[in-house]
């Protein structure tokens, strides 16, 4: 089983990594309002009023995610406990005037297992814009491997044994205020304007490294 | 760009091809919703040349702006002007020239669902059905409470209306990511979707709510779906925000349309009636050399029905 990069959440709604309106034009503070302040918020509050009193209490939430997955049958902590992780790896998978090219071993680990950074943009683009309803996608990294996974509602690759490198969140209310029902362009500011490939490097590096210690 | 309308044929007939059908599970059974009769639109052929398939993107039964303050009209403008929308020229694309293009929305739908293992039509062609199904389940004015049979049918099956209304909006609050809760009648039903009853009474004819993902509808059931609200954040979130809970409350206290549920439901008895008069409720006829009538559970979809 895959373990966190980075996130660790514990229960506590924590903050991105920059003000509410450091995203704007591409993603007002509006959305980082409702966003973080209420959906994020409600999904630890949440959290901890069920675990309380549980022998899930205290656990850290990755490992709360693992066994509330119970095999894809599952348990009521799940979502909100992965929907807690997954915003905290989403606002900490953008940065102000992100976007660009990402460098270095990830842009060569992309152009080996995408063929180009345009094939991997064109199939992460894809996943984010079919992913029907609810759901993320994801930057994925297993078996050495680097790969684009969508998946519905609150499950994410963790739970498919998978690192997870970088997500979009394709939830509606990720950016209905923003761009309504226009996920696709959504999509785009997302890649062009947003991501932040360091930590997309970073959690690359942690990964190999969490990989290679457990071979 | 001219669009030459060819006179649209609205047939009643509510035949189809068994051929076409035979291999899916309720294929004897009339279609329900009497606008799901056949209605053979316009092949609208632009000037362009190009041919579209050509189900319609039908306006709600009230202007757009006619829902406010409880819907605003810039909801339906996006919701039914551009999500209802896509999902019906979307879906037009999906099937033209296929065989799908000849059939009613519904037939699409059954179809498409293929016992949980959906076709590509069948997000589009769920979601127009559902949609179209919404707009009429609201009405301006709405709300209040039901009367009549639905009452007593509500009173019988939930103990009481307040019981129902507590139920219902805690499937909707509850139904996580996007879906749809919905009142739906039972008819002839076991509790494993799919399997008919040998023996009815008339206490196996239930009102039952049903929660369900993304597009997923109770027609695909063979239950009678009765109203619907979208829980999508689509639905609510210009005018909620994040905020479902009073989006229910507001749904159920100002816009729902009891007359079109009462409607619906009547529509429902007698077609329970009819099926069971005309044995058509049963697999007998797709299955004339005695096989044992298939009975199957809908891969991984987590749709719970609320006791």
């Not at chain 2, 306006?59 to 303050?69: N, Q, S, T």
């Not at chain 2, 239930?206 to 929660?211: A, D, G, R």
Request: some cysteine; hydrophobic content about 40%; aromatic content about 12%.
């Amino acid at each position: 089983m895959a373990a966190s990069t980075a996130v660790t959440a514990n229960y506590v709604l924590k903050p991105p990594p920059y003000a509410l309106d450091a995203l704007e034009p591409h993603m007002s503070k509006q959305t980082l309002e409702f966003h973080w302040g209420k959906h994020h918020r409600a999904y630890v509050d949440n959290l901890k009023k069920q675990v309380l009193g549980t022998e899930l209490e205290g656990k850290p939430l990755d490992h709360i995610i693992n066994k509330t997955y119970n095999n894809g049958d599952l348990l009521p902590a799940f979502n909100n406990a992965a929907q807690a992780w997954n915003h905290e790896f989403f606002w900490e998978s953008m940065k102000p005037n992100g976007g660009g090219k990402p460098s270095g071993e990830l842009l060569a680990l992309l152009e080996r297992d995408f063929t180009s950074y345009e094939k991997f943009y064109e199939e992460f683009n894809a996943a984010a814009a079919t992913q029907f309803g609810a759901g993320w996608a994801w930057l994925a990294y297993a078996n050495d491997k680097l790969k684009v996974v969508k998946t519905p509602n609150a499950v994410n690759p963790l739970v498919l044994g998978s690192f997870p490198l970088l997500t979009i969140d394709v939830w509606e209310h990720a950016y209905y205020l923003d761009f309504q029902n226009r996920r696709p362009d959504y999509i785009k500011t997302f890649m062009n304007n947003l991501v932040s490939w360091e930590a997309v490097s970073a959690r690359l590096e942690a990964a190999k490294a969490a990989s290679s210690s457990s071979a | 760009m001219m669009t030459v309308a060819v006179t649209a044929i609205s047939s009643s007939s509510l035949s189809y091809s068994p051929l076409l059908l035979h291999s899916q599970g309720p294929n004897r059974r009339l279609l329900q919703c009497e606008r799901n009769e056949k209605r053979r639109l316009a092949t609208k052929v632009a000037g362009s040349g190009v041919i579209t398939a050509g189900f319609e993107l039908k306006p709600p039964p009230y202007p757009l702006d006619a829902l406010e303050p409880h819907m605003s009209r810039e909801t339906l403008d996006y919701h039914w002007g551009k999500h209802h929308r896509t999902y019906v020229e979307n879906l037009n694309k999906q099937i033209v020239g296929t065989d799908l293009d000849t059939l009613s929305l519904e037939e699409v739908v059954l179809l498409s669902y293929n016992r949980g293992n959906m076709l590509p039509a069948f997000n589009n062609a769920a979601q127009a059905w559902n949609h179209e199904f919404f707009w009429e389940s609201i009405q301006p004015g709405g709300g209040g409470k039901p009367t009549g049979e639905l009452l007593r049918l509500i009173e019988r099956d939930f103990g009481s209306f307040e019981e129902f209304l507590e139920r219902f909006k805690s499937a909707a609050a509850s139904n996580f990511g996007s879906g749809w809760t919905w009142l739906a009648y039972k008819a002839n039903r076991l509790e494993v979707a799919n399997a008919v009853n040998p023996l009815p009474t008339e206490e196996d004819k239930k009102l039952v709510i049903v929660k369900t993902p993304n597009a997923v509808n109770p027609l695909v059931w063979d239950y009678s779906p009765l109203l619907t609200i979208d829980t999508w954040e689509h639905a609510y979130y210009l005018d909620f925000e994040n905020r479902r809970a009073e989006y229910i409350n507001t749904f159920m206290e100002k816009l729902v349309s009891w007359e079109t549920v009462n409607t619906r439901l009547e529509a429902a008895m007698v077609r329970a009636t009819q099926r069971e008069q005309e044995g058509t409720d049963t697999e007998e006829e797709a299955n004339p050399d005695d096989e044992e009538p298939e009975v199957y559970l809908d891969s991984d979809i987590d749709v719970s029905e609320v006791d």
